[in-house]
């Protein structure tokens, strides 16, 4: 048995296949492209869920770009709910003035992350900051923040892979998938 197998054996069901997800990210690579033509445009991975995303979308981009990183915890171990307190456990090392910053994140759920961070952002002058998602969870929106460039709506079920974990495992699966109920309840 090789470890792959065993994961793969967790998910009940794939919610967004890996072909699925290559092929937004190269359209999402494409209109980023075209809209940020002759900016300065700064890509800002929040840690650790976006760093597969982060690295497939900086390759589907063909225009110059800096990134940058910032670590944020909400969801700390196990919890499948956002504990409300957002750390900034690493910050940028960027100076935002004058950028166009495209925060990139694996998902969009409640949004408390992103109400936390975009103020923060916001008072470093950079001429603009935008949101690109490669997931969001409209139903269980807390804070009033919505993406601008976004790959896929999932309904309310916690979603692992592509980035995303439970308790920081599954991060490595290339497809979104939803866990069997045994494995929350081990
Ligand atoms: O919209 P929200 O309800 O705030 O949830 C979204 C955030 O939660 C997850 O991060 P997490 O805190 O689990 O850290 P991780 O990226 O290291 O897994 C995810 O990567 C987003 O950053
Ligand atoms: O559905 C999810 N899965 C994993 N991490 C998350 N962080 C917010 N929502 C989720
Ligand atoms: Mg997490």
Redo the contacts with the bound molecule.
């Keep these: 048995m090789n470890s792959m197998q065993s994961m793969d054996r967790d998910i009940d069901h794939i919610l967004v296949s890996e072909e699925q997800l290559q092929d937004k990210v190269a359209a999402l690579g494409e209109q980023i492209s075209r809209d940020y033509q002759g900016r300065d445009l700064l890509l800002v991975s929040i840690l650790?869920?976006s760093v597969v995303f982060m690295a497939d979308l900086m390759r589907a981009i063909k225009i110059p770009c800096g990134i940058d990183f910032m670590v944020v915890s909400s969801?700390g171990g196990a919890n499948t709910e956002s504990t409300g307190l957002v750390k900034i456990v690493k910050d940028l090392d960027a100076d935002l003035t004058g950028k166009d910053v495209l925060i990139v994140e694996d998902i969009l759920d409640t949004g408390i992350t992103l109400s936390h961070l975009l103020p923060v952002l916001r008072m470093r002058n950079p001429n603009s900051v935008r949101l690109c998602t490669i997931l969001s969870k409209p139903s269980r929106r807390k804070a009033d923040i919505e993406p601008d460039y976004l790959g896929f709506e999932v309904p309310d079920e916690f979603v692992v892979g592509y980035g995303?974990?439970f308790d920081e495992k599954y991060r490595n699966l290339p497809y979104v998938g939803v866990l069997k109920p045994e494995i929350y309840s081990k």
Excluded: A, P
């Design positions: 650790k869920g969801y995303l974990d």
